[in-house]
């Protein structure tokens, strides 16, 4: 079931609906566009009308949370009792005044219902598929019941479940033009953030495990950091992973972005960030979006510049990996021996 949205005036408990949800969430009854509260008697009976009355008093936002609400009348098809989820959000004017609440709301009776939960719960998240996991996850975001199709269309246009994850908030939210947004070829900007928020709670676990123990001793845990966060990136990006004399991470930090097929790396600036960490060695990483699993002839000739700068100032350059599409090339491996004017151990 859809989210409903609607703007409440004044005490007179007017709403003013934003979308058409409501039709879904409550039926007809009569009303097109606006509705009275008064028309729910059942539901002021059961404490609804109070929500709105305090946020109007106090000003502050209230939240009804999986509110139970047991209508008298209800259109075939509709279950008669529900649990509600409510907010009120006060609404002022240019001196500060409320003078109207943002209701914000959505029915969380099926909660649980999903087919796919109960296949998640028996055989574990890790039996579903891409489409599957990301079907639920949308699903539980905002209840819709084409969250499959929203899946679907998502993954044919950024190609992968870490592409999806990985596009940005604005891409996930212009997946169709303005007058097709309530297709399910769009997403919420609500539902484009938590999937972003799932993205970087994944890259901060990773995170985490590389920066507990020397780096060299977890390359695979590395490689997979790296490859986590840059394979699905549309345009090139280069990052320098900079670490101490025990070879612990410090700081993992992005120092140039560029188009999709370049980016342009200045020597200086690798070298001075260096030194304001304090770093005693550097591991370079840039990705390819187009897949190309090689290293180009610029991308070496940078690489031996930092290298020829980095041994003036005592600063061992480890690698250079490259992240393209499923791979995570290493330019030490490529050569068959460590960057040229590395320092000898």
């Known amino acids: 079931m859809k989210t409903f949205v609607a703007v409440l005036r004044g005490a007179d408990h007017i709403f003013e609906f934003v979308n058409d949800a409501h039709k879904e969430a409550f039926g007809e009854r009569g009303l097109i566009g606006k509705a009275r509260a008064d028309m729910f008697p059942e539901l002021n009976q059961q404490g609804f009308a109070a929500a709105p009355r305090r946020a109007f008093e106090t000003g502050r936002t209230v939240y009804m949370q999986s509110k139970a609400a047991d209508f008298d009348v209800m259109p075939d098809g509709l279950q008669r009792s529900r649990r509600l989820d409510i907010s009120y959000e006060p609404m002022r004017d240019a001196k500060g005044e ?44 905002t209840l819709d019941t084409d969250a499959a199709e929203r899946a679907e269309y998502l993954l044919s246009r950024f190609g992968s479940l870490r592409g999806v994850l990985s596009a940005s908030i604005p891409s996930l939210m212009q997946l169709a033009p303005e007058h097709l947004r309530s297709t399910s070829r769009s997403l919420s900007a609500s539902t484009a953030l938590n999937l972003k928020i799932v993205r970087e709670i994944g890259r901060r676990v990773l995170f985490r495990r590389i920066a507990s123990r020397p780096v060299l001793a977890s390359s695979s845990t590395l490689k997979a950091y790296l490859h986590g966060i840059l394979a699905g990136e549309p345009r090139e990006k280069f990052m320098v992973l900079f670490l101490d004399k025990s070879l612990r991470l410090i700081v993992c930090e992005t120092l140039a972005e560029g188009t999709v097929s370049h980016t342009q790396v200045y020597t200086r600036e690798v070298l001075r960030r260096a030194i304001e960490l304090s770093a005693s060695a550097m591991i370079l990483v840039h990705n390819h979006p187009s897949g190309r699993g090689t290293f180009s002839t610029s991308d070496v000739m940078m690489t031996d510049a930092i290298v020829s700068g980095a041994d003036a100032l005592e600063i061992e350059v480890i690698d250079h990996l490259l992240v393209a599409g499923e791979e995570v090339v290493s330019l030490v491996e490529t050569r068959g021996g460590p960057p040229r004017g590395r320092r000898a151990h």
């Open 98 to 141: 409320v003078t109207g609440l943002y209701v914000h709301g959505r029915d969380v009776t099926t909660i649980g219902d999903h087919p796919l939960e109960a296949r998640a719960t028996s055989a574990g998240l890790d039996a579903l598929s891409d489409a599957e996991l990301l079907t639920l996850h949308l699903y539980h975001g």
